[in-house]
């Protein structure tokens, strides 16, 4: 097990993120392209959830708003133990979560809670007056136009905004803000669970930062929001010079997301498509790519078998298997018929760090991580 992780980490975070159906996490540079992708991902998920469009169009324009408010003050302080800016979209039985962090000044705190508080206390007939009145008055600032879109986000969600200031030192404050979006059918429900649903995502940006991971995708694996992951970390690992480390990188990353697409088990609503865990954690000159998913228990045994024995291979030894792999008539290339491992091993040159841990009477977690190390 890589040792940047315990052993009952991924069986916890596994655990924590199943009570919501879709999980996507960033912390890091937010870059016009990276929300750009984000954005699709989102949309994609939402298309494959069949969400209704008067729900998307909502949950679209606050995660635009909240990325918005992202890279318009990321201009992160030069100062060492500060945080990197964070997002998180979580989905529920009924409603989307958005979340947000960044640092701001902690002279500007006061200010903002002021504004958040007053915003959350209107009612609806208040909320209209306010609304006009900056529509026929707003003055805008640097930073965006004088509250119209925390309103906006407010009227769009039809629920109280959620936030929380957390003090870094007398300069700088860490500002989290969460809305919620509630789903075509459940719009009346209470936002009595709003600080609760928060401290949940503040705690998955403590395991995220603790593990240095960079980005976390927790629901159902399939080829369309395949390709929107693919494209967010080919936006994140656009600034590496190192191109052959760069497209390592990716290759791998195809390799284990197709594995979970193929033979992740559990609840699988058609083939192609798996419940699964996907991680990047960024160690110095190393990249982990790490998934999780469910695996049935009576194939445990063949593939910690499988690859013990491709663990053991030198180079030469992979690249001659790999070829006999591929020229063998009976493998089932649709699924990669044992394909995917042998080349995680070639393209990384290290071994893969596979570890199974129990779930149920039924079910084990598959856990595979594979390191990639960048050679200059």
Do not use: W
């Given at each position: 097990?890589?040792k940047?992780?315990e052993t009952?980490?991924?069986?916890?975070?596994?655990?924590?993120?199943?009570n919501?159906?879709?999980?996507?996490a960033?912390?890091?540079?937010?870059?016009?392209?990276?929300?750009?992708?984000?954005?699709?991902?989102?949309?994609?998920?939402?298309?494959?959830?069949?969400e209704?469009?008067?729900?998307k169009k909502?949950?679209y324009?606050?995660?635009?708003?909240?990325?918005?408010?992202?890279?318009?003050?990321?201009?992160?302080?030069?100062?060492d133990?500060l945080?990197?800016?964070?997002f998180?979209?979580?989905?529920?039985?009924?409603?989307?979560?958005i979340?947000?962090g960044n640092?701001i000044?902690t002279a500007?705190v006061?200010p903002?809670?002021?504004?958040?508080?007053?915003?959350?206390?209107?009612d609806?007939?208040?909320?209209r007056?306010?609304?006009?009145?900056?529509?026929?008055?707003?003055?805008?600032?640097?930073k965006?136009?004088?509250?119209?879109?925390?309103l906006?986000?407010?009227?769009?969600?039809?629920?109280?905004?959620v936030?929380?200031f957390?003090?870094?030192?007398?300069?700088?404050?860490?500002?989290?803000?969460?809305?919620?979006?509630?789903?075509?059918?459940?719009?009346?429900?209470?936002?009595s669970?709003g600080?609760?649903?928060?401290n949940?995502?503040?705690?998955?940006?403590?395991?995220?930062?603790?593990h240095?991971?960079?980005?976390?995708?927790?629901?159902?694996?399939?080829?369309?929001?395949?390709?929107?992951?693919l494209?967010m970390?080919?936006?994140n690992?656009?600034?590496?010079?190192?191109v052959?480390?760069?497209?390592?990188?990716?290759?791998?990353?195809?390799?284990?997301?197709?594995?979970?697409?193929?033979?992740?088990?559990?609840?699988?609503d058609y083939?192609?498509?798996?419940?699964?865990?996907?991680m990047i954690a960024?160690n110095?000159?190393?990249?982990?790519?790490?998934?999780?998913?469910?695996?049935?228990?009576?194939?445990?045994?063949?593939?910690e078998?499988?690859?013990s024995?491709?663990?053991?291979l030198?180079r030469e030894?992979?690249?001659?298997?790999?070829?006999?792999?591929?020229?063998?008539d009976d493998?089932?290339?649709?699924?990669g018929?044992?394909?995917g491992f042998?080349?995680?091993?070639i393209?990384?040159?290290?071994?893969?760090?596979?570890?199974?841990?129990?779930?149920?009477?039924?079910?084990s977690?598959?856990?595979?991580?594979?390191?990639?190390?960048?050679?200059?």
């Amino acid at each position: 097990m890589n040792k940047i992780f315990e052993t009952s980490f991924f069986s916890e975070t596994f655990s924590k993120l199943d009570n919501y159906q879709l999980n996507y996490a960033y912390n890091g540079d937010f870059s016009s392209n990276l929300t750009v992708h984000i954005l699709n991902l989102v949309e994609s998920s939402m298309d494959l959830e069949n969400e209704s469009s008067k729900t998307k169009k909502k949950v679209y324009f606050i995660l635009v708003e909240s990325l918005q408010n992202i890279t318009r003050h990321q201009s992160k302080p030069d100062v060492d133990g500060l945080l990197d800016d964070f997002f998180i979209i979580q989905k529920t039985e009924e409603s989307y979560l958005i979340t947000s962090g960044n640092i701001i000044k902690t002279a500007d705190v006061e200010p903002l809670k002021n504004k958040l508080q007053e915003i959350n206390s209107l009612d609806p007939e208040k909320l209209r007056a306010y609304y006009q009145e900056l529509l026929s008055n707003l003055e805008f600032s640097e930073k965006g136009g004088a509250g119209l879109g925390l309103l906006e986000m407010l009227r769009k969600s039809g629920n109280k905004l959620v936030f929380d200031f957390v003090k870094l030192n007398d300069t700088y404050t860490y500002f989290y803000f969460q809305a919620k979006v509630a789903k075509l059918g459940s719009e009346n429900f209470t936002n009595s669970a709003g600080v609760e649903n928060l401290n949940i995502a503040k705690s998955i940006h403590k395991t995220i930062v603790e593990h240095n991971l960079i980005t976390v995708f927790h629901g159902q694996f399939g080829h369309d929001n395949l390709q929107g992951l693919l494209a967010m970390t080919e936006s994140n690992v656009s600034g590496i010079d190192n191109v052959k480390f760069r497209k390592t990188i990716i290759s791998v990353m195809i390799e284990l997301l197709q594995n979970i697409c193929f033979h992740a088990d559990g609840k699988v609503d058609y083939e192609g498509e798996g419940p699964g865990l996907f991680m990047i954690a960024e160690n110095g000159n190393s990249y982990s790519l790490i998934t999780v998913n469910y695996i049935e228990n009576s194939k445990t045994s063949a593939i910690e078998s499988y690859v013990s024995q491709i663990n053991l291979l030198s180079r030469e030894e992979l690249k001659t298997a790999f070829l006999e792999k591929l020229m063998r008539d009976d493998i089932d290339r649709k699924h990669g018929g044992g394909l995917g491992f042998l080349d995680v091993r070639i393209k990384t040159n290290n071994k893969v760090d596979l570890t199974i841990q129990p779930f149920s009477n039924e079910l084990s977690y598959l856990i595979i991580i594979a390191q990639i190390d960048r050679k200059e």
